[in-house]
Nanobody, 126 residues
Framework: VQLQACGGGSVQAGDSLRLSCATS????????MAWFRQAPGKERDVVSG???????FYANSVKGRFTISRDDAKDTVYLQMNNLKPENTAVYYC?????????????????????WGQGTQVTVSS
């Protein structure tokens, strides 16, 4: 499964960006998807995830500002990021997990994801 992430950029605090992650995988609808981010010198941590059935979760730091969604007809997952803050600066990665159930602590663990996109840089200046 190849994932192609795009949509990053350099913006001012308070601005919005929409990240997209597309795949040509025809069974995309069976995958649980997530966005992770990694800032310089820090570990990769989860931002948001969406199950194959549409259930979502968010990191506390982005709740109310970020929205994850998926369009299975387009084999694409999105991350709408509003009211961006300098601390959101990072490389953002999309990831796919091929598990029937998407609940429990493992959904926050990057090692549990089977496929990764190449990352897209988001830079937010104050």
């Amino acid at each position: 499964v190849q994932l192609q992430a795009c949509g990053g950029g350099s913006v001012q605090a308070g601005d919005s960006l929409r990240l997209s992650c597309a795949t040509s995988e025809r069974t995309f609808g069976n995958y649980n998807m997530a966005w992770f981010r990694q800032a310089p010198g820090k570990e990769r941590d989860v931002v948001s995830g969406i199950s194959w059935s549409g259930d979502t979760f968010y990191a506390n730091s982005v709740k109310g500002r970020f929205t994850i969604s998926r369009d299975d007809a387009k084999d694409t997952v999105y991350l709408q990021m509003n009211n961006l803050k300098p601390e959101n600066t990072a490389v953002y990665y999309c990831a796919a997990m091929n598990k029937r159930y998407y609940s429990g602590s493992y959904i926050y663990d990057p090692n549990e994801y089977n496929y990764w996109g190449q990352g897209t840089q988001v830079t937010v200046s104050s």
